[in-house]
């Protein structure tokens, strides 16, 4: 199974349209998870076309996301659990409130917020930023994310230096 994981897009004010490398990846994916802050339900809207779409509301969304996805949600997919939550909030870190906002800990957590690649395992969880594919704010490459699942799980971030490259 193939995922593509992304977050944060903040369209349509940081594009019009989803980068080139972006695309092409989203026309193999068995799912998309998008980790909040799409802005409008038009981003939605946009991925339903590449496949099945799952995602959570992040602290910049529009009331139609608000009213269309969870803050946070479990997913399973080939016998393994995926947290996925967009990791606002205040005080710790992005990171401590993505691990927190589950109960039970699930194989994967999937979250946003930073704009930060990242991925690590802590106590047995993967915990998956995929950074932004259009809003690198600080970073010096946009990014989003693949995780495969078949018998393991492979996690890698695709890095790039323009939206329109």
Do not use: C
């Not at 016998?79 to 589950?102: C, M, N, P």
């Not at 994967?108 to 950074?131: C, E, V």
């Amino acid at each position: 199974m193939k995922m593509i994981v992304i977050s944060d897009t903040h369209m349509p004010n940081r594009g019009q349209e989803f980068p080139p490398v972006l695309i092409k990846e989203l026309k193999s994916a068995d799912l998309i998870i998008h980790a909040g802050d799409w802005n409008t339900i038009d981003v939605y809207e946009k991925l339903k076309g590449f496949g099945r779409v799952e995602g959570v509301y992040g602290n910049t969304d529009q009331q139609e996301i608000l009213e269309t996805f969870p803050k946070k949600m479990v997913l399973n997919a080939e016998g393994y659990s995926i947290g996925v939550v967009h990791g606002d909030g205040k005080g710790k870190t992005t990171e401590k409130r993505a691990l927190e906002a589950f109960d039970e800990r699930p194989d994967i957590i999937i979250f946003g917020h930073s704009h930060i690649p990242y991925a690590r395992y802590s106590q047995g969880t993967l915990l998956f930023n995929p950074g932004s594919a259009t809003d690198k704010r600080k970073q010096p490459y946009y990014s989003f994310g693949i995780i495969e699942i078949e018998s393991e799980i492979k996690s890698q971030h695709i890095f790039y230096k323009s939206k329109s490259g």
